[in-house]
């Protein structure tokens, strides 16, 4: 997990996406769901990786 990113809540799978839509953080459960390494989807585009896995599931904080 990036050192920026929330503790993971009960093995979720979350990312962190800045405004711009960039990909910041991401849990060891989006590892396991999506396949990319927190090292790989750091920087990426979060609309491309919605868009290769068939859209997915978004939600806002607070």
Do not use: C, N
């Amino acid at each position: 997990m990036l050192p920026d990113a929330p503790a993971e809540p009960r093995g979720d799978a979350f990312a962190v996406v800045d405004g711009r839509g960039m990909v910041t953080g991401w849990s060891p459960g989006a590892e396991r769901l999506l396949g990319y390494t927190a090292a790989q989807a750091q920087g990426l585009a979060w609309a491309s990786m919605e868009a290769s896995h068939g859209g997915l599931a978004v939600g806002h904080g607070p």
